[in-house]
């Protein structure tokens, strides 16, 4: 088969979001505008096949705007970047860094790359800012148990080996953080104690938290932390994300449409786009099928992690 013969699942992809004027269609809108199903605009994107129809081929370049040959290969980063360049930083950062950026410059009147530019500074001012935090908190710890010890020696000396051993136990956990402190691991992962749970929230976290206190209530909605040690996905700004997207949370679809901004699975530049581009039942319209459409692309997700774990515990059982 002739590569020139085939598509590029990428370039698909790519072209059809920015197609229309720039405002994207969705894999229902190409699919009517072409008069194929969306089930085959869908197969084209995943790689599940990479041959289009001879009678298929001139409609799909027409709706997209493009040459056959740019379907052919993967496309070109400069041409297909998102606005403010956020195409090859989702490749490296959390699905939920991008809509963050964009409604923390939103909210304050600046641009993404200005949040991107600071965010080292920024960071590193909260890393030692906490690590000054627990040194302090250290030091009291140390100069407590020192005065503690003279008088718990004093009024126990009839349990002997019982107080010995739990001033030590506590000793070796204040070693621990000693260590911790440096090699300025922020997160604590080289504190390791007995009786430490796999939720306990390391120290960064519990920093973060105490920060995020007597803000607007409006700026951080929420933080989540998954094992602890650090900051694992995080909510601000809601009111913002429902000002800039028209949407409620509560309304019908509302929440799940807002999680799926967050959660990356609706891109939230494209939203701005058609709410920009669109009628109100236009942009209500847009938003019920990019829910469709990211509630379809979860659960394919879903199916293949869950096909690949029963795969894997198929072929242990064999090898057992």
Known sequence: MNERDTICPEAVKACRKRANGKRGFTQQQLAEKIRCSKDTVSRWERGETSRVRAHLREPLCKALGVEWDVLTKPPDLKTTERPFGFTRMQRLVSRHVPPALLIVARRYGIRPMDVLDIAPLLFVI?????????????????????????????????????????????????????????????????????????????????????????????????????????????????????????????????????????SGDIDLNECLGARQERDEAGYRQWLRDALAEAKEASMRELTEWLGVDAAIASQEGKVR
């Open 126 to 262: 909260a890393a030692e800012r906490s690590l000054l935090e627990r040194r302090r908190r250290l030091d009291e710890i140390w100069k407590m148990r020192d005065e503690a010890s003279q008088g718990l020696v004093e009024r126990s000396a009839h349990l002997g080996a019982i107080v010995a051993a739990a001033s030590h136990s506590a000793e070796n956990i204040l070693e621990e953080e000693e260590k911790s402190l440096r090699e300025r691991d922020i997160f604590g992962h080289l504190i390791e104690y007995e009786y430490r749970r796999d939720d306990d929230e390391g120290p960064f976290v519990h920093f973060i938290r105490s920060q995020a206190e007597g803000l607007p209530q409006d700026a951080v909605d929420s933080i989540e932390s998954h094992g602890g040690n650090t900051v694992a996905s995080y909510r601000i700004a809601g009111d913002t994300l429902g000002d800039l997207t028209g949407i409620v949370a509560g309304e019908e679809d509302g929440d799940e449409i807002l999680d799926c901004i967050w």
